[in-house]
Nanobody, 120 residues
Framework: VQLQASGGGLVQYGGSLRLSCVAYGSIFSVFSPKDMGWYRQVPGKERELVAR???????EYRDSVKGRFTISRNNSKKTVYLQMNSLKPEDTADYYCNQYSPSGTSDWAWGQGTLVTVSS
């Protein structure tokens, strides 16, 4: 499975972006049961979980993005989305998606992320 994130870019404070992540090489029966997560990483810092979505559509968010970000999924397209509104400079990071696990590990390789830059 190859994960490809897209949709990042440069946006002003308060702006919006919609990220997409496609799990190429997976099939519906493999992707749909997986809990998926969006993660972000700033150079020099550890990768952090931003949001996760269960196979049944339940969602959780880190406190700093609650009310601003929305995670969703389309299993038929093997795609996970992250709608980001009211963006802040501290949201600037490389964003990735992958399976979610409490340990943070995954047997799917981390694909190339998509860079989000929020200007003040």
């Amino acid at each position: 499975v190859q994960l490809q994130a897209s949709g990042g870019g440069l946006v002003q404070y308060g702006g919006s972006l919609r990220l997409s992540c496609v799990a190429y090489g997976s099939i519906f029966s493999v992707f749909s049961p997986k809990d998926m997560g969006w993660y972000r990483q700033v150079p020099g810092k550890e990768r952090e979980l931003v949001a996760r979505i269960t196979s049944g559509g339940g969602t959780e968010y880190r406190d700093s993005v609650k009310g601003r970000f929305t995670i969703s999924r389309n299993n038929s397209k093997k795609t996970v989305y992250l709608q980001m509104n009211s963006l802040k400079p501290e949201d600037t990071a490389d964003y990735y998606c992958n399976q979610y696990s409490p340990s943070g590990t995954s047997d799917w390789a981390w694909g190339q992320g998509t860079l989000v830059t929020v200007s003040s």
